[in-house]
């Protein structure tokens, strides 16, 4: 646990890559094999099953440090963080006795693990061994945070790749195909994990997604526009069909495997070749046609997809890449040779849920923008460029890929609500509810975080210290003053919000220091953005 | 009868005896905790601080009519009873005790409980009515002992210099920046600091707080003479063009909320310091009990929290909003955060 606790400690604080992936690769060179395999597992988002709950954690901690409950959520509104919060309380409270016998990270795993058939007094007791023979505040956070497995220090999934290519000496791809899919850290050594022999053959292994940044130039600075091939950028759910040996999984690019939640591409099970991988938007549609995204917001949490939420909510998967073709890894293959293979395989066949992301003909980039002011009547977010003669490569580069997205919408609004954040917004009011007016009411209508410099996020918090009304729990109501204005892709009717409308990805895009709150806009002017943009 | 202090606009203020104390707004009559700028402002026609405040307060505020008290020392103002007593905060830092027809009211100012070798130890002070400071009011704020961090500093420094990086201490210029100088004094001769903590250096030198060598980094300062130095600045020197002089570097912040990590990250810092000049959590309870006051009211901090808890625990308490720790509030921890900790 020492060992994996001092690895926390500089991916906690170290700002800088390089630091960080000298700590990775010096963990995994040194760490035993099944700590490794776990660590793994919970930087690539692999969280083990939650076997106790936040409630009973909190409940358990409070009789512990002898501390009323509400002192405790106090703490945590402050801190931001259940597992910190309750590492410092024990912290604080607690003189531990002569250091106990170190066990690895994988006991405690191991453990948490095994407590899923235990009773809760089995639970608690060893809630209070491990708060009380763990020794730093850093050991009892990772006790807690590995209930969650949400660790969140800013270490990518790109890092880890990096970090085993280098102690294993591997090539990275490999790695990255390797680490993402379905596999149990319980069951797989280090050794066959990071293997490149298709002995364990997985099937449903995804290849790692190639993402683009946006354009940051003018687009006619990309040359000639005949070298590009441009799609509509969808705005859907990014995903990887996948056929070999019979067997078919659909992925998202969040890794998690959807094959369940479309069982409409059972169809194309049988109809695909196999030894096949395509990359494409999941999207709500009647064939060829995108409907509102939205509307796969009303199945995609769902447990059970019913006949009726197919016939609501239909799905096409719009196919743009192949990047296995008859078991081969083509992904070095020019992108129009690609496309040609694709072509083909989605005219073989021949099925309206397995649609061709068609390729847009312009004849200069000024004919492109113009058409781009269109995306919006195509269900789409703007376009996406690939130089023609790309490969398909790994994760988040610049060059052959680039994604040129419309303007978002925009709207007015005064914050209302205001609630402190976490991790290193902890302490600071960084999550704020918005408001447009209706008459003299105010119609809270959006939440959003992100979008403020450090310096802002200070201002603004300074703000609602002083000018807090009402608080509700972690919440506290604040004088209607600051104007802000609100960026947002999308938005569509809602029967769940008061105002009527959701917003799809909202986030602030200026303060509006000049405006005032009977400047700002009006329910009104909602309703007819989502007369206009908006999908019922 | 009626209350001996009460909450004005202007500040804390004490009809009986007509005086106020550490008041936001010039006042006749101010009696003045200690010498950080929420407490210690400009424009009173006459000061009455302890001896150790008075050159700090004739250096920022500069001359003006001055009244000095030791500590224990008593004086009467209007037939109310005056005295002062160590804080143990920084420098000079008092609590004001104030007595009328039997009647004991304390004021703490910023205090902390365990004695740092420079500011005195605080005393607790039997009281009817207690005003308490509540900076960091929750149970999470529990600090480790003075030798403790000193010993962690002394390693982080002694490890950046085997790395062939300097060592960078983020801590306000008076208070924080003499405990860090005694901190490293048995591991150097000379620190570098910048300038704002050189002017108030030399004064404190003067008044025999002399740990180590201190040398401002002037524009002559050599990179050869900074590599793998200590050197302390203020927290608004963090993060501008000087600090580019200092590579290569590591940066550690030393201010009570580095006690939750997302501070020190949010800070950029390679390491925080939870080092603080302010009580933590059990400090703040143990000089509660101690004074034995009926009535306490909470003020700058986590009034609310501090408040309810004492109630439940079946001590009046009130909270009282003041214009005290207003620096923390206005840039709280992204740029000046705590380590001004005024």
């Known amino acids: 646990m020492k060992q994996f606790a001092r690895l926390i400690d500089v991916l906690n604080i170290t700002t800088k890559t390089n630091e960080k992936l000298a700590a990775l690769q010096d963990y995994f060179k040194t760490a035993n094999d099944k700590d490794k395999v776990w660590v793994i597992a919970l930087f690539t988002g692999r969280r083990p099953k939650r076997t106790i709950s936040a409630t009973l954690l909190k409940q358990w901690c409070a009789e512990f440090c002898q501390i009323p409950s509400w002192l405790l959520d106090e703490c945590y509104h402050t801190v931001g963080d259940l597992s910190e919060t309750i590492a410092l309380l024990i912290d604080a409270h607690y003189q531990p006795q002569q250091p106990t016998t170190e066990m690895p990270l994988h ?58 290519s280098k102690v294993t000496g591997k090539a990275p791809s490999v790695i990255a195909h390797r680490i993402s899919g379905q596999w149990d850290p319980g069951n797989i050594g280090f050794e066959a994990l990071t293997s490149d022999e298709n002995n364990i053959a997985d099937d449903s292994k995804p290849y790692p997604f190639y993402l683009a940044y946006p354009v940051e130039n003018e687009v006619d600075k990309l040359g000639d526009i005949n070298e590009w091939q441009v799609e509509w950028k969808w705005d859907g759910i990014r995903g990887q069909m996948i056929k070999r040996n019979n067997a078919f999984f659909v992925w998202s690019r969040g890794e998690d495997l959807m094959t369940e939640k479309f069982p409409e591409y059972a169809l194309l099970q049988e109809q695909l070749p196999n030894g096949l991988v395509l990359d494409g938007e999941i999207i709500v549609a009647k064939g060829s046609t995108p409907l509102a995204f939205a509307l796969m917001q009303t199945r995609i949490g769902r447990k059970n997809i019913t006949r009726k939420v197919m016939q609501d909510a239909p799905v096409s998967f719009f196919a743009y ?8 890894d083509i992904r070095h293959e020019p992108l129009y040779e690609r496309r040609k293979i694709l072509e ?37 977010e703007g376009f996406m460029l690939k130089r023609k003669n790309s ?31 976490s991790g290193r917004r902890s302490n600071l009011y960084t999550d704020y509810t918005f408001a447009v007016k209706d008459g003299d009411a105010l119609v809270p209508f959006a939440k959003a975080y992100s979008g403020l410099t450090d310096k802002e996020i200070a201002q603004v918090d300074n703000f609602v210290k002083r000018n807090a009304i009402e608080k509700f729990g972690p919440v506290r109501t604040v004088k209607p003053e600051l104007v802000f204005e609100l960026a947002f892709e999308g938005i569509a009717a809602s029967k769940r919000h008061k105002s009527g409308v959701a917003l799809r990805f909202p986030r602030i895009n200026r303060w509006r220091h000049d405006k005032k709150v009977d400047e700002i806009n009006t329910l009104d002017d909602l309703k007819q953005m989502l007369q206009l943009y908006g999908n019922k | 009868m009626s209350k001996l202090i009460s909450f004005t606009d202007m500040g804390l203020y004490c009809k009986q005896g007509n005086f106020y104390i550490d008041p936001w707004k010039p006042v006749e009559f101010a009696i003045i905790t200690h010498g950080h700028s929420d407490h210690a402002r400009p424009g009173h026609q006459h000061y009455l601080c302890h001896t150790l405040t008075k050159p700090i307060l004739q250096l920022r505020l500069g001359q003006n009519n001055y009244q000095t008290l030791e500590w ?25 005790r104030i007595e009328y027809k039997g009647e004991v009211w304390v004021f703490t100012g910023d205090y902390k409980t365990e004695d740092d070798g420079i500011s005195g130890q605080y005393e607790a002070i039997r009281c009817n009515t207690f005003i308490t400071e509540s900076t960091f009011g929750l149970p999470i704020y529990k600090w480790k002992t003075q030798q403790e961090i000193y ?12 790395d062939d990086k300097a060592s960078v201490l983020i801590a306000y210029s008076l208070g924080k920046a003499q405990r860090l100088m005694d901190a490293v004094k048995n591991i150097t001769d000379t620190v570098y600091v910048h300038g704002a903590i050189y002017n108030m250096q030399q004064l404190l030198d003067e008044m025999g707080y002399n ?16 590599k793998n130095a200590i050197v302390i600045a203020p927290p608004s020197a963090d993060g501008t063009p000087w ?6 570097y590591r940066l550690g912040i030393c201010s009570g909320w580095m006690q939750v990590r997302g501070n020190v990250r949010r800070r950029n810092a390679d390491i925080g310091f939870a080092l603080s000049d302010h009580c933590d959590w059990e400090g703040l309870l143990s000089s509660i009990t101690a004074t034995g006051a009926e009535n306490v009211y909470v003020t700058h901090g986590f009034q609310s929290v501090l408040s309810k808890y004492l109630n439940e625990q079946g001590i009046a308490a009130w909270e009282v909003k003041t214009q005290y720790g207003a620096e923390d509030d206005e840039q709280p921890v992204t740029d000046h955060a705590n380590s001004t900790e005024p």
């Open chain 2, 72 to 96: 224990n020392e008593t004086i009467f103002v209007n037939g109310v009873k005056i005295s002062l007593h160590p804080a143990g905060h920084i420098i000079g830092s008092s609590q004001v």
């Open chain 2, 211 to 226: 740990f180590v060598q201190v040398k401002r980094i002037s524009s002559g300062t050599t990179k050869q003479e900074l």
């Open chain 1, 107 to 164: 006991y405690y795993i191991e453990q948490f693990r095994r407590l899923e058939k235990a009773t809760e007094e089995e639970r608690k007791a060893f809630m209070l061994q491990g708060w009380t023979q763990l020794q730093t505040t850093t050991e009892r956070f990772i006790f807690n945070k590995l209930l969650s497995g949400a660790f969140r220090i800013g270490v990518s999934q790109q890092l880890i790749v990096q970090a085993l």
């Open chain 1, 344 to 380: 083909q395989i989605v005219a073989g066949v021949n099925q309206e849920i397995l649609q061709l992301s068609p390729v847009v003909h312009c004849t200069d980039w000024v004919e492109l923008a113009t058409l781009r002011e269109q995306s919006r009547e195509h269900f789409a």
């Open chain 1, 321 to 328: 890449d192949v990047l296995e073709y008859d078991g081969k």
């Open chain 1, 391 to 421: 490969s398909y490569q790994t994760g988040r580069k610049r060059g052959d890929w680039w994604k040129w997205k419309i303007d978002a919408l925009t709207i007015d609004a005064v914050m209302i609500y205001a609630q402190k954040g």
């Open chain 2, 243 to 248: 600090m580019k002089k200092l590579n290569p």
């Open chain 2, 151 to 162: 010993g962690n500093i002394q390693d982080w420094v002694l490890q950046n210099q085997q």
